[in-house]
């Protein structure tokens, strides 16, 4: 995943709650600087004080996580408009609390849904804002001022394997009626937006499209035989290979890719890998297909490696060398792995369904998620030296029209629309 940063990247120090379509359904995302729904960063010069949820800065590195440090450290180059207040939990703290709500908070699977539906407004009351921003699909019971809600893509909503336990499934409960009280929502992509406004019976008119973006540190290697060492000595890496990172549970179609790897294989005509980026989920089966025993079947075993965890910088590395990647996700809110590799100039081949074919544009191969399709492009592309070099070419520039910058204008414009003109 992306770096981990400290609060002091954003520049300030956190408040706390114990103290103070199967086709392109849309036009591609836009170079030009796109306009959010109906917001405008022109509707008022007042600077604005925002609470920001930056609680996931304090968990493993996740793509909430990235998200929330990468456009909070460009929000901090806009001090001129926003005063931005990270607010994060305080376990720590039980001065006059119930012992009842103690030992829900030590407890870890209670706590994120305490932070999410009621410690997160005490702390947001504490720093005194005009609004409160919420990185994803959570918004309190109550709230002191107004709420801006980024909702990724609306999984949790639509597929129901993903709200299996009873848990998960009052969570969501729960969230669908809060997340609805925001004054905005921001969507990454157009069919994120289009799929949440229909799950929440959201206007859609209240959903803004906010692209995300790669980290700067990801860009194409400038010393290729340092990059081949690197991959040598911490993989054992020394052929070609084909990439794919983004995660195993169902919906990333990790067994099929598998599949149709195995049927391109002998079409290459040389050796070649397919690297796995990763460490692959045990505990629920049915929710993390199993990799190894589909390449066991297929007899390809000795072609296909699963990483393992990797540093931030050893996925850059893995992203830099590799002769292709491979997104054949069914369902993504927004697409970052298409991005992160584009950026490294690196040709991407991915399923034409959701938000991908506007992240990806017309710079890569996109391609029915099917077995038959991913097996076609990857043949296709792997022997087409001409079309590699179009693909690289391509999505570099492409990669180009996103960057955190970006988020945060076009985040501070839907604060703007969010807060009433006084």
């Known amino acids: 995943m992306e770096p981990y940063f400290p609060y002091d990247s954003i520049g300030v120090q956190p408040s706390t709650a114990g103290k103070a379509a199967p086709a392109l359904r849309v036009p591609p995302i836009l170079c030009a600087a796109m306009t959010t729904g109906n917001a405008s960063a022109s509707r008022s010069a007042e600077r604005l004080r925002v609470a920001l949820d930056t609680s996931f800065l304090q968990l493993p590195p996740s793509g909430i996580g990235s998200y929330v440090a990468g456009f909070g450290e460009a929000l901090r180059q806009h001090a001129d408009e926003i005063e931005l207040v990270p607010v994060v939990p305080d376990w720590t703290d039980r001065g006059g609390s119930i012992p009842v709500l103690d030992r829900l908070r030590d407890d870890p699977r209670s706590r994120r849904f305490w932070w999410d539906t009621v410690d997160v407004a005490l702390a947001a009351r504490k720093a005194r804002p005009a609004l409160l921003h919420l990185p994803q699909f959570s918004a309190p019971l109550w709230t002191p001022c107004p709420l801006v809600v980024t909702v990724h893509d609306a999984i949790p909503l639509l597929l129901d394997e993903y709200r299996a336990s009873r848990a998960m499934r009052t969570n969501v409960a729960i969230m669908r009626r809060t997340v609805r009280r925001a004054r905005a929502i921001i969507a990454p992509s157009h069919a994120a937006a289009t799929d949440i406004a229909a799950a929440l019976s959201y206007p859609m008119e209240r959903i803004h499209v906010v692209p995300m973006a790669a980290s700067a540190n990801l860009a194409p290697a400038t010393d290729r035989a340092a990059l081949a060492g690197r991959l040598r000595d911490r993989f054992g890496i020394t052929e070609d290979y084909v990439l794919n990172f983004g995660g195993f549970d169902r919906r990333k179609n990790v067994p099929l890719l598998v599949r149709a790897f195995a049927r391109a294989l002998p079409q290459f005509g040389r050796p070649v890998t397919l690297v796995i980026g990763g460490a692959p989920h045990s505990a629920n089966p049915a929710m993390f297909p199993p990799v190894a025993p589909v390449a066991e079947s297929l007899g390809i075993s000795d072609r296909v490696m699963l990483s393992g965890r990797v540093s931030d910088e050893e996925r850059r ?47 890569g191969l996109l391609v029915e998620p099917t077995e038959d399709a991913l097996a076609g492009a990857l043949a296709r592309l792997l022997n087409d030296a001409d079309l590699q070099r179009r693909l690289i070419d391509a999505g570099l520039e492409r990669a180009e029209c996103f960057s955190w910058e970006r988020t945060a204008r076009e985040t501070i414009a839907v604060y703007r629309e969010a807060i009433p003109i006084r």
């Not at 697409?335 to 991407?348: D, Q, R, T, Y």
């Open 317 to 363: 590395w893995l992203y830099q060398g590799a002769a292709a990647c491979v997104v054949p996700s069914l369902y993504e809110g927004f697409g970052l792995p298409a991005l992160e590799a584009m950026s490294c100039g690196v040709p991407v081949i991915a399923a034409n369904v959701t938000s991908l074919p506007e992240v990806v544009g017309d710079a």
